[in-house]
Nanobody
Framework: QVQLVESGGGLVQPGGSLRLSCAASGSIFSILVMGWYRQAPGKQRELVATITSAGRTNYADSVKGRFTISRDNAKNTVYLQTNSLESEDTAVYFC???????????????WGQGTQVTVSS
C-alpha cells in the first residue's frame, strides 16, 4: 500500500519561509509526477506546483518567484521551499503523486493527509 506523508507546515510571519516535505512509501515501482496543492477555508483545492521525474516544473502564477519545488527521486520525496510568504498563502497544503505501484496495473493518483500553513503576524 502506498502512503504519502507530509511534514514542515506551521505558523510563520508574513515575509517568512517554510520548507515542506513529502515522502512516498510502500510498494512503488515508478513515480511520474509529484506536486503540491492547497486549499484555503471556503475555497477549492488549487494547484501550487508540480515536478516530473525528469525535473520539469510547473507553478501557479500566484507563487512564481516565491516558491520552489524540487524532488529526490532516490528517496521518493518532493519538497516545496516557500519564501516571502503572504497571508493569502494560508491554507492546508496537500502532497500529490502519480504512482505506478508494485502491481503495475496502471498509474494512480495518491494524496497526503495535508499540512497546515498559517501566515500571520
Amino acid at each position: 500500500q502506498v502512503q504519502l506523508v507530509e511534514s514542515g507546515g506551521g505558523l510563520v510571519q508574513p515575509g517568512g519561509s517554510l520548507r515542506l516535505s513529502c515522502a512516498a512509501s510502500g510498494s512503488i515501482f515508478s513515480i511520474l509526477v509529484m506536486g503540491w496543492y492547497r486549499q484555503a477555508p471556503g475555497k477549492q483545492r488549487e494547484l501550487v506546483a508540480t515536478i516530473t521525474s525528469a525535473g520539469r516544473t510547473n507553478y501557479a502564477d500566484s507563487v512564481k518567484g516565491r516558491f520552489t519545488i524540487s524532488r529526490d527521486n532516490a528517496k521518493n520525496t518532493v519538497y516545496l521551499q516557500t519564501n516571502s510568504l503572504e497571508s493569502e498563502d494560508t491554507a492546508v497544503y496537500f502532497c500529490y503523486a502519480n504512482i505506478l505501484d508494485g502491481t503495475r496495473s496502471g498509474f494512480r493518483d495518491y494524496w497526503g493527509q495535508g499540512t497546515q500553513v498559517t501566515v500571520s503576524s
